[in-house]
């Protein structure tokens, strides 16, 4: 059974409309992250949440956003998104903020921008 | 800062080891990670070893690490076509929160 789930697979948008992301998991881990994987690179850490804090990657855009409403759920909002954010975005959780901890990745969700 | 090289193709014959290297600058990672991510999937957890082991076995996988040279390989036996993906080395590190560092990617591609 899936653990990291991620909704839609798919997701289109128009430039510029505002989109969100979701990701739910099943394994009650403290830590829920959000990568994009761009095509042929590897994944690259937006933000995360330890539980209820918020921890941003200083390169992440600002038009870039999270929301974690409960422990299971996690979302990612891009607020107008361009034509550079298209994308496959990873969710991935990890029981908790140490390193000996691995993280568990969703199938992600792929972005096209129109 | 860290930085993961990985080479970015490999291409085996069916039932032969394919080997998949690794190497990290930063000595200070305390694990190191393999993930493997089919077409339009996400990544899935093969193996991770921790920095005082050398050696680490499951199934068809042998995970080596050289602390010294900085350098890990992922082995798979018996390479199968279901094999076919992208491998990614991954370093966690310490001192902070759980940061991982991926290489670029080792594309395998396992032909009859």
């Known amino acids: 059974d899936a653990m990291v789930i991620q909704n839609p697979r798919y997701q289109v948008t128009q430039f510029g409309k505002p989109v969100t992301l979701s990701c739910s998991q099943t394994?009650?881990?403290?830590?829920m992250y959000w990568y994009q994987q761009k095509s042929s690179q590897a994944p690259k850490l937006l933000f995360h949440?330890?539980?209820?804090?918020?921890?941003n990657e200083a390169d992440t855009p600002d038009n870039f956003q999270s929301r974690r409403p409960n422990t299971s759920f996690c979302f990612l909002d891009i607020r107008s998104p361009g034509l550079g954010d298209a994308a496959m975005y990873l969710c991935a959780t990890s029981r908790d903020q140490n390193s000996n901890q691995p993280q568990h990745f969703g199938d992600g969700t792929r972005l096209s921008i129109l | 800062g860290e930085d993961v090289e990985q080479s970015l193709f490999l291409s085996v014959r069916e039932g032969d080891s394919s080997v998949i290297n690794c190497t990290y600058t930063d000595s200070s990672s305390t694990y190191l990670y393999w993930y493997k991510q089919e077409p339009g999937a996400g990544l899935q957890l093969l193996t991770y070893i921790f920095s005082n082991m050398d050696m680490k076995q499951d199934q068809r996988l042998t995970v080596l690490l050289n602390k010294k040279d900085k350098h890990l390989s992922l082995r798979i036996a018996d390479t199968q076509t279901g094999d076919s993906a992208i491998y990614f080395c991954a370093g966690g590190f310490s001192g902070g929160y759980n940061k991982l560092i991926f290489g670029a990617g080792t594309r395998l591609a396992v032909h009859p």
């Open positions: 394994l009650n881990h403290n830590v």
């Open positions: 949440y330890y539980d209820k804090d918020f921890n």
